[in-house]
């Protein structure tokens, strides 16, 4: 069955880093578009980027870009994000996401999300 | 505020029917950008319900139904069951903002 697993979330700085991780089973990784989006604490859901199912296309929401890199490797079936010059407005869940064939399809499958706490 | 804008709660008895409106404009759903419906328990996956307007995915029962009109979206659940409680979130992309809009979410309670 399809399963998504996020990894790497943590407590960090202000200003500082992480990359998270999503392993991917269950299915053709390399046919999917795949996505991030996290949920603020006591906030809704926030769409942050995503990337074409061969990697040649990524795209942010504005408050990230220049500073979040989404990238895969098909070969491990892992979808990433590196996450960098991190601020309290970046606190939240991080959930990986299966994008359904076809072009602005939806999100089939999550993954149960990691946590992410940007505190001094 | 967002884009896409939703009721912050609705409630209904248990049997009854309730409708989750969606209200966008004419730079995502009035523009044909189809509108996808989840449901979320905090601290779980988020799960597809509708997908492009009004598909069910294999495997959500059929009291769940999905609309839309002009620059609007609807969810409706039928026979509400405890185990809906939930909230339940609109989402489309936007060519405005040229990314994809989640609204600000719904939270149903199953009284």
């Known amino acids: 069955q399809v399963q998504l697993v996020e990894s790497g979330g943590g407590v960090v700085q202000p200003g500082g880093s992480l990359r998270l991780s999503c392993a991917a089973s269950?299915?053709?990784?390399?046919?999917?578009?795949m996505h991030w989006v996290r949920q603020a604490p006591g906030k809704g859901l926030e769409w942050v980027a995503v990337?074409?199912?061969?990697?040649?296309?990524?795209y942010y929401r504005d408050a990230v870009k220049g500073r979040f890199t989404i990238s895969r490797d098909n070969s491990k079936n892992t979808l990433y994000v590196q996450m960098n010059s991190l601020t309290t407005e970046d606190t939240a869940v991080y959930y990986c996401?299966?994008?359904?064939?076809?072009?602005?399809?939806?999100?089939?499958?999550w993954g149960q999300g990691t946590l992410v706490t940007v505190s001094s | 505020q967002s884009v896409l804008t939703q009721p912050p709660s609705v409630s209904g008895a248990p049997g009854q029917r309730v409708t989750i409106s969606c209200s966008g404009s004419?730079?995502?759903?009035?523009?044909?950008?189809?509108v996808h419906w989840y449901q979320h328990l905090p601290g779980t996956a988020p799960k597809l319900l509708i997908s492009?307007?009004?598909n069910r995915p294999s495997g959500v029962p059929d009291r769940f139904s999905g609309s839309q009109s002009g620059t609007s979206a609807s969810l409706a659940i039928t026979g509400l069951q405890a185990e809906d409680e939930a909230d339940y979130y609109c989402?489309?992309?936007?060519?405005?903002?040229?990314?994809?809009?989640f609204g600000g979410g719904t939270k149903l309670t199953v009284l």
């Open positions: 996401a299966r994008q359904l064939v076809g072009t602005l399809s939806g999100l089939d499958y």
């Open positions: 269950g299915f053709p990784f390399s046919t999917h578009a």
């Open positions: 990337i074409s199912s061969d990697g040649s296309n990524k």
């Open positions: 004419s730079s995502n759903i009035g523009a044909g950008y189809h």
């Open positions: 492009s307007n009004s």
């Open positions: 989402q489309s992309y936007d060519s405005s903002l040229t990314r994809r809009v």
